[in-house]
């Protein structure tokens, strides 16, 4: 090599080592930084160091959902050094949760064709067709390598038993007539006496159920409008009360094209959460959500529910919660409905706990849930996060109700009155509600007065219920003094409206 070849060749080698350093100081102030990981396994696949490409890619898949290109390729090339079978099993197990992908799908079919046992293999396959197997375009192909795996293995009843199910299969293959000649030469290859006739009708019938919306799918090249004819789709298929598994796969097929579109995860939550019951069905789709669209702050208390309601651990619930709050939400309020949420969690934990000790455990979790949520607020968004201290109202509201702890309650309410939201009307009125419903009128009547002394904006409410409470519990001394208080403050609310 000339030495203006090995100069050029050095100095390609340091910006690529400036690029790597570069990506990684990026990734290091944003790891939600989608483009930087993507540019950095190809920066590491140009410098030809394996250990720091799988690094960077499995850094990447643990934030991100890969596309099945990216794992193909990862695949490919843990492939070309001989990796470890377990390792790359797993990796193909990862990709075919991320999105539909039938190709990689097919490649790990026949990946564990060749390195499995019968038994596992068949699993994969089971697995792959139930994933894949409906797919409209692309499911024959994996149909075809299961007969041709049951073909080898011998037993002519297993190789019946999936041509029945490939023989119904509303693809395009049965329309165009292909499916036909191929079943019924693979038959006659493994022995098998039967003309799938039942099979092609009921698979020919829900064709026609479906034929137009994939028609039109097929006709139409842009992202938008085929999305509007996917929600047709999925409208019809309800209409149908189709199988949970055709709904499934067509919400798949959506999501691969528009995977950063919040309403469809909804749309395919909702769907998921009113059909199956198995977590690992569950909070596998809901958990593919938060991943692609994590600041749908919606998706995030759906998924949260969804995994008390299928029994997840408590200790995995809160960690949700806490990635939650990474979601990178547009408001405050949706940061403070996760807190909520997450309080009254542990609020509803507290409430089944039959083991003292336990119990004891959890109040303390939960109040230290509250103090975090409500000092988390304050700080990223001072007051105006949580404006009506709500969090802390809740809190003193259930120290009363359900711990019986009205001393913690009182307190909860004067350090608020304390802590600057003395002028806030819905304080106020909150501490005022919550001494009337424990008979204390005399405090109560305290916390008006105050109440029409301390709070400007808010403070037309604050007189109509200071005066209501007075009309139905004080004397008529009582009542005539806060009807003047009342009109005076009135006059100061007139004034505050026409300097508006």
Known sequence: ???????????????????????????????????????????????????????????????????????????????????????????????????????LLLEYVNFAAEKLDVAAARDVFHT????????????????????????????????AKVLRLWAGAPTKALVDGERVGTISAKAKEYGVDDDFKKQYDQGTHKIGEIKEFEDSLNAEEDVSKRSIIFRSYFTKLRELKARPDRVQIVYERAIKENALDGQLWTDYCAFVDLTFTQPPIVMGVHERSVRNCS??????????????????????????????????????????????????????????????NEKEKLIKKWRDCVTKGHNYMLQHFALQGDPDASLKQYQARMEAEVLDNIDNARNIYDSLLKDGYGKTASVQLGYATFERHRGEME?????????????????????TEALLFEREIGTFEEFSKMRKTVHTQFGIVAKQQQHV
């Open 128 to 159: 792959a067709t139930r994933q894949a197997g409906l797919h409209y375009h692309l499911g024959d192909k994996l149909w075809e390598a299961f007969v041709d795996f049951e073909g080898k293995q011998g037993a002519k009843e297993n190789v």
């Open 295 to 356: 600041w749908v702050s919606s998706l995030w208390y759906e998924y949260l529910l969804a995994a008390e309601r299928v029994f997840v651990d408590k200790n995995e619930i809160m960690e949700l919660y806490s990635r939650a709050l990474l979601g990178g939400f547009q408001s405050a309020g949706e940061y403070l409905e996760i807190w909520k949420m997450n309080a009254e969690f542990l609020m509803r934990k507290i409430r089944a706990e039959q083991d003292e």
């Open 443 to 463: 405090k109560a009547r305290k916390i008006y007065k105050n109440a029409l002394r301390f709070v400007r904006n808010g403070l037309e409410t604050v007189c």
């Open 1 to 103: 090599m000339r030495d203006d070849e090995l100069a050029s060749s050095s100095e390609e080698e340091e910006d690529l080592q400036s690029t790597i350093h570069g990506l990684n100081i990026k990734l290091q102030r944003n790891p939600y930084d989608y483009n930087s990981h993507a540019e950095l396994v190809s920066a590491h696949r140009k410098s030809g160091e394996l250990d720091n490409v799988r690094h960077a890619r499995e850094k990447f898949s643990k934030i991100f959902p890969l596309t099945e290109e990216m794992w193909r390729q990862w695949i490919e090339d843990e492939l070309s050094v001989n990796a470890e079978t377990k390792y790359v099993l797993d990796l193909f197990e990862r990709g075919s949760r991320d999105y539909l992908g039938p190709d």
